[in-house]
């Protein structure tokens, strides 16, 4: 897993540990080049978990100097432990801006986030957290692999954290609503009737904020919307005496809304 920026935010479903640890030397790798501080978050003991990156080159002096870390999940959150999204994006906050104090480019993290979306109640506290974060991550030199093994959770769970990314190889979640630069959250990818209601969902868990009595969408990235999603953002929108601006060239979209006559939508074209 090469070539990803500053700021890229990746959901990345895998099979078996091997994987996710082959992936995870590579993007850590990666990040030292960069100059970033790394770290390495899954399950475990730690001495483990040390020896899973034994394919980075100079590992136990990065270990020794600290601009490569290691932390056990199980140390922090107990099974089951439903993760609060506003305190787990003050704790990168905290890790990342003292990183770039003490002279790193950035952090960089490769988390295993599997244990943390064993249940309805982990995945709806994680999937707002996911979004949270990439706001962050869009202004702050913050880049991070949130890998999810598919043999042990759910494939509806991981799509529900993947559609708040804005990359990903679970392709099957179909569209991306994410953050971007300067507070602003975007669209991308498609929604259509086997997605509109993950879409909705995933509206509920942005909890977009109002921009002057309007929900502002960045949707340049946007490849297709069916009339089931623009009832999906119409409904937000009403819901929360709010219009949706949908900012898009895809030619369908104001005509759809002209045609369902979707008074809680405007559609207008990017600046």
Do not use: K
């Amino acid at each position: 897993m090469r070539g990803l920026g500053d700021h890229d935010h990746v959901c990345w479903q895998y099979d078996g540990l091997p994987e996710f640890r082959a992936r995870a030397v590579e993007f850590l790798t990666e990040g030292l080049a960069l100059g970033h501080r790394v770290l390495y978050v899954a399950s475990g003991e730690v001495d483990a978990l040390v020896e899973d990156l034994r394919g980075i080159d100079g590992l136990d002096r990065a270990l020794g100097e600290g601009s490569a870390r290691v932390a056990s999940l199980d140390a922090t959150y107990p099974v089951g432990t439903v993760i609060d999204p506003v305190q787990q994006v003050r704790a990168y906050t905290r890790a990342t801006e003292e990183a770039v104090q003490e002279g790193y480019t950035g952090l960089r993290v490769a988390a295993d986030c599997t244990s943390l979306v064993g249940t309805p109640e982990q995945v709806e506290a994680f999937a707002r957290y996911e979004h949270l974060i990439d706001h962050y991550m869009a202004d702050r030199p913050f880049s991070a692999v949130c890998a999810y093994d598919r043999t042990r959770v759910a494939e509806s769970s991981i799509h529900q954290v993947a559609c708040m990314h804005p990359r990903t190889n679970a392709v099957a979640a179909g569209f991306r609503l994410h953050g971007a630069g300067g507070r602003v959250t975007a669209l991308g990818g498609e929604v259509d009737p086997f997605t509109s209601d993950l879409f909705a969902l995933a509206l509920s868990r942005a909890d977009l904020q109002p921009q002057g009595g309007r929900l502002v969408l960045d949707a340049t990235g946007l490849a297709f919307i069916d009339h089931h999603g623009l009832r999906r953002l119409a409904e937000h929108a009403a819901a929360r005496d709010l219009v949706a601006v949908l900012r898009t060239d895809w030619p369908g979209a104001a005509r759809l809304v002209e045609l369902l006559q979707l008074d809680s939508v405007f559609v207008e074209q990017p600046a």
